[in-house]
């Protein structure tokens, strides 16, 4: 989970933990980046904001997909169609989005939509 915004990152944190989620926070990309790519276990998901200092969500999936191809991306955002388009991200293509403000059932029930789909493609090729 990677958010600039405390209150907001405590709350993401705090609801996910709360469902049973194992999460790894980040105040920023940069410490997400060292974060990832020290963390030895697998990694399901990034949940991340798109717009935050010294690092963009869309340049941090991009480096931390390369080390691990198969980690689905959630981006968060209170910026929408084009200002989200300058920082390169396009909701659906390699991420999903989930619009600020956000209560905890959305946030919950999007995470769940977006891993579910995770093991529908994983079990896809398995007969």
Partial sequence: M?????????????????????????????????????????IDLLFSDVVMPQMNGGELATRLLAGRPSLKVLFISGYTGEALLRYGLVAGE?????????????????????????????TAGIH
């Fill in 2 to 42: 990677v958010e600039d915004e405390p209150d907001v990152r405590r709350f993401v944190c705090q609801t996910l933990r709360m469902q049973g989620y194992t999460v790894i926070e980040a105040r920023h990309g940069i410490e997400a980046l060292a974060k990832g790519e020290t963390y030895q276990a697998p």
């Fill in 94 to 122: 390699r991420a999903d989005l989930l619009q600020k403000p956000f209560t905890a059932s959305m946030l919950t029930s999007k995470i769940r939509t977006v891993l579910d789909a995770r093991t529908r493609e994983l």
